[in-house]
């Protein structure tokens, strides 16, 4: 038995535009039913699920890939928790917070994990599927009788429970409030700790000034800071990484770990795989098919539930949710690249600012060889990157200026409203569609479903995707990329990583990369620089290293240590003060070897 789910992009769905082929050609309105209309209300399509025979041909023959039909065995769809509307998302399933726990939630973007933060937090009441008249609090206990879930619902329907989020998007906490970071802090911080929560997370030079004069980083840490500062029954940190650096993530990844200590339940929703795994005491994977439904899988151990994501196959419930398997390559240094050609080679290159100086030692990128870069924020790492790519001039040492290059930037603006199509046949010099650059680059990178969304109206994903894509589009020498992994889930992550590694060496290409997931880095790079100095003072790049020398020089100036998952080889970090963490330090091998 199967259960019909079919799902319409309202953004997508253009009918001015198209020749209402859906409605055309679906073999059941031939027969006189009424399977797809045009609502009259909103001048959109209309699937009824319940006569729609899951034949597909409507999701084929859209112009605009508008329509998603899943054919869903009927077992793992009975128990949905809420829909938002006809022909929307649906969430089946719910993970169950665990007291004096970290509860990880692993899943690709569009899979309902906001769905489930704002159910279980009570700021979204369930509907169990009914969004046309959604049941009463009764039924809900009545649906959950018998189940971990029921005691939860009670207390949020009798408003016994007090629920923390820390937002996905830290920026609206700035247009929110008008005031310092310290006014901030103090106005939620219930439990007295705001003090040891600005040195933990390293805000001590930030809290003063106003929310608007701090940057992402600083705002996601104050925002991780009030969160954990309420005294509440539930805390929920919804994408705690994004915009620090791995210095910062261990703070931050030890103060949501403090929590749990004091017996408080914890979930985190988080895509950087190497704090996840540091993280989180338990996993919940998430599954289905982005903006269409979510499945939440079983509880399993953090380890048993990233290699359960990575393998896209839930043993337990003998269900294939990916068609391949994600591995990582064992070799931790590439020297195929010793003889090739060098792309570019740099000097010794000083810049000086006011209150901010930085000094690169010289090096050279060669031919199919991606540089990484790592360290700190605030050493210099995209001005490096942007003398190289002549967006800004060294004061000292020349760079040389034949070199074609093309420049991802670290942060992305979205104000143009244009279509993404139109945007790719920019970046391409001529028309995208049809040609060999689209079946090299748009096809693996998974962007032609984008091509008639407007710029302005793509997510934080979606942009970087479609930033990357335009920056491997330019007929150049050298792709200079900044926080490519910003935004995107681990899925799109580990794609992306191993897509740029394989063009680059493929066309005889090389790329410099800026990122701080550690996991992506150590999968993409074949040779390392590494940043040290003081954040915002002074930075000092190292000239490029070997990946084993710069990611044990890295790891050890972390103070953690790194070995190799047996199944599927992907880095993993020891637990302090471990064996193997010993071990490992007392032989000065931070990072593995083979």
């Known amino acids: 038995m199967t259960h019909r789910v079919a799902v319409l992009d309202k953004e997508l769905c253009q009918p001015k535009k198209c020749g209402l082929e859906c409605i055309k050609y679906c073999p059941v309105n031939k027969s006189g039913a009424d399977c797809i209309i045009l609502n009259e209300e909103n001048k959109k399509a209309q699937i009824d699920e319940n006569i729609c025979n899951g034949c597909g041909i409507c999701v084929k023959v859209c112009p605009f890939d508008a329509i998603t039909i899943i054919n869903l065995a009927t077992e793992l769809a009975t128990d949905k928790v809420h ?23 692993l899943g690709r973007n569009g899979m309902g994990k906001s769905t489930v933060v704002n159910i279980l937090s009570g700021n979204l009441k369930p509907n169990l599927g009914n969004y046309a008249e959604p049941p009463d609090w009764d039924a809900i206990l009545k649906y959950y009788s018998g189940t971990e879930l029921k005691s939860h619902f009670e207390k949020i329907k009798e408003k016994q429970i007090r629920a923390s989020i820390k937002p996905q998007q830290v920026y609206n906490v700035a247009e929110a409030f008008d005031g310092t970071g310290k006014e901030l802090l103090e106005k939620f911080d219930e439990r007295g700790v705001a003090r040891t929560l600005v040195k933990e997370l390293g805000l001590e030079n930030s809290i003063h000034h106003t929310l608007k004069e701090l940057s992402g980083g600083e705002l996601q840490r104050l925002a991780v800071a009030v969160a954990a500062s309420k005294d509440v029954d539930f805390y929920f940190f919804d ?25 408080k339940s914890v979930m985190v929703v988080e895509h950087d795989l190497t704090l996840l795994d540091y993280l989180s005491d338990y996993i919940q994977v998430l599954y289905g098919v982005s903006a269409a439904y979510g499945i939440v899988a079983g509880v399993l151990s953090t380890k048993v539930g990233i290699n359960v994501f990575l393998d896209g196959y839930l043993p337990s419930e003998n269900v294939r949710f990916r068609d391949k398997k994600f591995t990582f390559d064992a070799s931790s240094s590439v020297d ?55 967006v800004e001039k060294p004061d000292s040492g020349e760079i040389d200026k034949k070199v074609k290059i093309s420049y991802k930037p670290q942060y992305l603006t979205n104000d143009i409203d244009m279509e993404v199509v139109a945007l790719l046949d920019k970046a391409n010099g001529g028309p995208i569609m049809g040609s060999v650059e689209e079946e090299q680059i748009i096809d693996p990178l998974q962007i032609k479903k984008l091509y008639n969304k407007s710029v302005k109206n793509l997510s934080g994903g979606e942009l970087q995707k479609v930033a990357v894509a335009s920056c491997l589009l330019q007929k150049v020498d050298l792709f200079a990329l900044d926080e490519p992994s910003a935004f995107l889930d681990v899925e799109d992550r580990i794609v992306i990583a191993k897509f740029i590694q394989k063009f680059v060496r493929s066309y005889g290409k090389s790329a410099i990369i800026i990122d701080h997931d550690l996991q992506l880095m150590d999968l993409i790079s074949d040779k390392m620089v590494i940043f040290e100095g003081i954040s915002g003072v002074k930075g000092n790049a190292t000239t490029p290293l070997s990946k084993v020398n710069a990611m044990n020089k ?41």
Do not use: W
């Open 554 to 594: 890295f790891l050890k100036s972390l103070d953690i240590t790194f070995r190799r998952d047996e199944k599927n080889l992907r880095p993993r970090v020891n637990k302090g003060e471990s064996r193997l963490d010993k071990q490992q330090k007392e032989s000065g091998h931070f990072y593995y070897r083979n």
């Open 83 to 105: 829909q938002y509307g006809i022909n929307s998302f649906r969430l089946y399933k719910l993970p169950v917070p665990k007291k004096g726990e970290v509860v990880g939630l």
């Open 336 to 390: 195929d690249f010793a003889q090739g050609d060098v792309i570019i080679s740099y000097p010794l290159l000083e810049k000086k600012y006011p209150s901010f100086s930085v000094s690169i030692e010289p090096g050279e990128v060669r031919k199919g060889e991606v540089l990484g870069i790592m360290g700190a924020n605030a050493l210099g790492k995209t001005t490096m990157m942007k003398m190289i790519a002549g």
């Open 239 to 263: 994408e705690p990484s994004s915009y620090n650096d791995v210095y910062q993530r261990a703070g931050v990844a030890r103060v949501i770990h403090s929590l749990a200590k004091i017996g």
